[in-house]
């Protein structure tokens, strides 16, 4: 079970480079504007669909009288292009939350306000993938707001009766459901569903590929090079021998090929814990954590979304935007509530000492307590692979990458005919809006 770097500029040149890099006509309001020192009493809205949040606002509302947040819940499928129709009419947030792939496409849309400068003293709070994500380029766009590092659960039960170990790389992965269809064909070592390439995406982070890669002026395009196709041939054994189970993230009975054992792996994340007290009731103190499969053991790395605050085009008060949304994000008062199951936010968070929020979230009637398991954690929140970029047109990439999936694991096509297709999809689409991109060496 999944979910889904760069150089950095200074001052005038960080805005024009991001600008000719990231779009032909701009990358949002310019540094300089953004870098402006707000006086006096302030309001910002603020976009978000987070549970927590809201009662987080009041807090700070109530301690910073002269910067007011008006928190406006957005929640919707079409989050997204309400957000672009309202940049466009001039009636945009100040902030909104997003994830770090449509920022990157916000920003190269010119929808968003390079805060470089005034966020800049908020930088050292968070890890490097964290910053990266609110950077797509160089310039900053926002402010990391959570992280999901992913690691491994594991059916421990069901793992001592087929004679196999916790995986620690890839090719164990691929021994372990190589060993457990010979003892049980019904049983799968783990799931790749058919809507759903973020297995793709993860295991090219671990693998250290870079898809989009900022060299000098331009874009380097990497869907083809020997990290991302590393990544590709374990997903393409997965399918080719049957090892995956393929149950749809969309169907609710989705949980029950983990609950019976029928799929006995899941890479998963920090958000999908509170799930399983509530979806796997016959499992419930079978399960084990271990680290995620890495590619290789002496530079052990994984990967993670992230959720960030963005600041949106137009707003009248970027240096504030960036301080509320850094002390959302990294002060001890608000990550102590928000990381708290009973806020039902779900956050992790995005800075560097994740420690003393990792206890509480741990549900640990589901584990065996075989292994230490906040441990763990954090040693996932400090793997996650640095060298991970979003690009230009990420979003519609991987909108592009999903339409090829399901022929994927329907046999259709090989994987790496689908990072081919994808490698020369995305040239072309750059070419198209005036980006400079080139095949990677």
């Known amino acids: 079970m999944s979910t889904t770097r760069t150089r950095t500029f200074a001052g005038a040149a960080a805005a024009l480079t991001l600008s000719l890099l990231l779009s032909a006509c701009g990358g949002g309001d310019n540094n300089d504007s953004a870098a402006k020192t707000t006086k006096g009493k302030v309001q910002l809205e603020f976009w978000g669909w987070t549970e927590g949040i809201p009662q987080q606002v009041a807090v700070w509302n109530k301690e910073h009288p002269d910067t007011q947040v008006k928190y406006v819940n957005a929640a919707g499928d079409t989050v997204y292009q309400k957000l672009r129709a309202a940049v466009t009419s001039g009636n945009a947030p100040c902030l909104s939350k997003m994830d770090g792939m449509n920022l990157a496409n916000f920003a190269a849309d010119g929808l968003l306000t390079d805060i470089t400068k005034v966020a800049a003293p908020y930088r050292s709070r968070y890890t490097v993938p964290a910053w990266n994500a609110v950077s797509p380029g160089g310039a900053t766009y926002g402010i990391p707001t959570g992280s999901s590092p992913l690691f491994t659960a594991y059916r421990a039960d069901l793992f001592q009766k087929y004679g196999i170990k916790a995986p620690t790389t890839w090719d164990d992965v691929i021994a372990a459901g190589k060993a457990v269809q010979k003892k049980d064909k019904n049983v799968k070592i783990f799931n790749m569903a058919g809507e759903d390439p973020s297995t793709l995406v993860d295991l ?72 399983y007290d509530t979806n796997f009731p016959k499992s419930k103190g079978k399960w084990q954590l271990a680290d995620a499969p890495v590619f290789d053991t002496a530079e052990p790395r994984t990967s993670s979304n992230f959720d960030v605050t963005a600041v949106l085009k137009g707003c009248k008060y970027p240096d504030r935007a960036a301080e509320f949304a850094a002390w959302l994000s990294s002060s001890k008062e608000s990550l102590t509530a928000l990381t708290d199951p009973a806020s039902k936010s779900g956050l992790f968070p995005a800075v560097k000492d994740v420690s003393p929020y990792v206890g509480k979230i741990i549900p640990t009637e589901m584990f065996n307590g075989k292994s230490d398991s906040a441990q763990i954690i954090t040693t996932a929140a400090s793997r996650v692979g640095e060298q991970w970029q979003y690009g230009p047109d990420y979003a519609a990439m991987y909108s592009e990458m999903q339409k090829q999936w399901g022929k994927v694991m329907k046999k259709q096509l090989t994987v790496k005919d689908m990072l081919t297709h994808l490698q020369a999809w995305v040239l072309a689409d750059l070419k198209n809006k005036g980006v400079k991109a080139v095949a990677a060496g």
């Open 204 to 275: 090219s982070w671990q693998a250290g590929a870079q898809w989009y890669r900022i060299n000098g002026d331009h874009w380097e395009i990497g869907f083809t090079s020997p990290d991302a196709l590393k990544a590709g041939a374990i997903v393409q054994q997965l399918v080719d021998d049957n090892l995956a189970s393929n149950a749809s993230y969309n169907d609710p009975g989705v949980f029950k090929t983990w609950d019976l054992g029928t799929t006995i792996l899941m890479t998963t994340s920090t958000w999908q814990l509170p799930i």
